[in-house]
């Protein structure tokens, strides 16, 4: 990861709000961010992620806040924005990076099983018509009300100044739903729709508001299904690897041109509303 300071950018002296900055994507984001010249604030909800990823900003001269934060909350990301106003100044720039999934929010099966609906269903079967709602909302709400509120509070600051830019995280599920993934990927359709509502909502406001579709990139969890413990592809490893035409899992570095192009006025001032796929062609490719 590159985190020498470059002199001159758009992003320079800039406010960035970056929430899910401790995770494996957004924390390379924020990272790039800072190199670029952005103050960069570092939302999350665990704070040692968060230290550590401060800690390289600010080693390599760069300004980080990190704040813990729920992107479900308003009143805590209302309590972060004014932080961040009197702390770095007024945000310029919001990345909702926050977001994910729930091992128990997936089926554990591809299709219908009559198992699943038997008095005698196996403890380890998960149909369709065995998820709970409740969870499945909780990960709906992650993703989708999760880019909202930040959205609202951060933006409503955009809005004042009639600038700024958003960019959001889609997904490939957004577009042809991952077996398995029914709630994360109705959530992650949401956010491609979000993001086109409110970039035509938000134009008069000066306020471009743009998403990134990532492919498959190995994080925590996704790691543990897609590899084996000796480094090797799972049987769902092996069919996400056919059906990416560049043979490879993407890294946090693979998104890092797109999500700045977006956020840049200067290089992007006309553009709005897409969803940009950063997936080794995943979503081009019908597998066949
Ligand atoms: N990795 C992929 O292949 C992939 C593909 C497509 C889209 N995406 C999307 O890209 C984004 C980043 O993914 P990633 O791979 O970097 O995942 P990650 O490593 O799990 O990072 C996600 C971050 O979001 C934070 N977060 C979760 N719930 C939160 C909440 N309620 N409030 C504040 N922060 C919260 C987590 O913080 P805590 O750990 O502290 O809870 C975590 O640091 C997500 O929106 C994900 O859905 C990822």
Excluded at 11 to 16: G, I, L
Excluded at 230 to 248: E, F, I, S, Y
Excluded at 256 to 261: E, F, M, S, T
Aim: hydrophobic share 45%; charged share 20%; aromatic share 6%.
């Amino acid at each position: 990861m590159k985190t020498e300071p470059v002199n001159i950018s758009f992003f320079k002296n800039k406010t960035a709000v970056v929430t899910g900055a401790g995770g494996t994507l957004c924390s390379a984001v924020a990272v790039e961010l800072a190199r670029l010249g952005a103050k960069v604030a570092l939302l999350g909800r665990t704070p040692e992620k968060l230290e550590s990823v401060t800690a390289l900003i600010r080693k390599a001269g760069g300004t980080a806040l990190p704040l813990v934060v729920d992107v479900t909350d308003v009143a805590a990301v209302e309590a972060a924005s004014k932080t961040i106003t009197r702390e770095l100044g007024l945000c310029d720039l919001l990345v909702n990076g926050a977001g994910g999934n729930r091992n128990d929010a997936v089926t554990s099966t591809v299709e219908y099983q009559p198992a699943e609906i038997a008095a005698d269903r196996p403890e380890n079967l998960r149909g369709f018509f065995n998820l709970n709602p409740d969870i499945l909302l909780d990960v709906i709400k992650l993703n989708t009300i999760g880019t909202l509120i930040p959205s609202q509070v951060f933006g409503r600051e955009m809005a004042r100044r009639g600038r700024g830019s958003i960019v959001n995280f889609a997904s490939m599920n957004s577009y042809r739903p991952l077996s398995k993934n029914l709630a994360y990927s109705l959530s992650k359709a949401g956010v491609v729709n979000l993001t086109q509502w409110l970039s035509t909502y938000l134009a008069p406001a000066g306020i471009r508001v743009n998403a990134v579709a990532p492919g498959f990139f190995a994080n925590d969890r996704s790691r543990k299904i897609l590899m084996t413990e000796d480094g090797g592809l799972t049987a769902r490893g092996q069919n996400v690897m056919a059906h990416t035409p560049m043979k490879r899992f993407g890294e946090a570095q693979d998104l890092l041109g797109a999500v700045c192009w977006l956020l840049d006025d200067e290089r992007a001032g006309f553009v709005t509303g897409i969803t940009v796929a950063v997936d080794g062609g995943f979503s081009s490719s019908s597998g066949v």
